[in-house]
């Protein structure tokens, strides 16, 4: 199985600051790299597909890079709506996997 | 629009089985894959297996072999995932998702649905 270790598993920061989540595969995935977000009491949403993509209608300053084994998503400029959980998830092979998540909070 | 609208909560006792359903609306029902997962509350997200409503075929995690069984009706585009001798470990919030033509990643996924089992 593939492991996904992602990190921090939880952050604070400023409204307007520069956020940073990394993933980390335990073998190669190519691109195949999704990145979640997940509000309280609902269900997870895609923000980043194919490690890269900004899915139509998530605000750009949502944004994916990596390939192989590291990943890296940043929010730009850190807004208060933005406060959740992210998580990413393998699909280059079955079973899949999930990183444990990051909760971002604002300071 | 497209949307997966899941059963409501359920309470089950240690030994018992439960059935959790996963209605679909806004697409062909039988043109995506739908999966299952698994979230204990505070904690990450854990794969359960996947169906194809067209042929029927599933796949399931290895965890979860011989306990989880994963059916679909057409007649109502809806997608049942079962799972069996439940333990206090399956306390946790179900949720089904269709994944993508090509790739499995999920988008929508339904609303979740709390099992919570407790003697």
């Known amino acids: 199985d593939i492991q996904m270790t992602q990190s921090p598993s939880s952050l604070s920061a400023s409204v307007g600051d520069r956020v940073t989540i990394t993933c980390q595969a335990s073998?190669?995935?190519?691109?195949?790299l999704i990145w979640y977000q997940q509000k309280p009491g609902e269900a997870p949403k895609v923000l980043i597909y194919?490690?890269?993509h900004l899915k139509a209608g998530v605000p750009s300053r949502f944004s994916g890079s990596g390939s192989g084994t590291d990943f890296t998503f940043t929010i730009s400029s850190l807004q208060p709506e933005d406060i959740a959980t992210y998580f990413c998830?393998?699909?280059?092979?079955?079973?899949?996997?999930f990183g444990g998540g990051t909760k971002v909070e604002i300071k | 629009q497209v949307q997966l609208v899941q059963s409501g909560a359920e309470v089950k006792k240690p030994g018992a089985s439960v059935t959790v359903s996963c209605k679909a609306s806004?697409?062909?029902?039988?043109?995506?894959?739908i999966h299952w997962m698994r979230q204990v509350p505070g904690q990450g997200l854990e794969w359960m297996g996947w169906?194809?409503?067209?042929?029927?075929?599933?796949d399931y995690a290895r965890n979860f072999q011989g306990r989880i069984t994963l059916t679909r009706d057409l007649s109502i585009s809806t997608a049942h995932m079962e799972l069996t001798r439940l333990t206090s470990d399956d306390t946790a919030v179900y949720y089904c998702?269709?994944?993508?033509?090509?790739?499995?990643?999920?988008?929508?996924w339904g609303q979740g649905t709390l099992v919570i089992v407790s003697s």
């Open positions: 998702a269709k994944a993508q033509v090509r790739d499995n990643w999920f988008d929508p």
């Open positions: 806004g697409y062909t029902f039988t043109n995506y894959d």
């Open positions: 169906m194809n409503p067209d042929s029927g075929s599933t």
């Open positions: 073998q190669g995935i190519h691109s195949f």
């Open positions: 194919d490690a890269t």
């Open positions: 998830q393998q699909y280059d092979n079955v079973p899949l996997t």
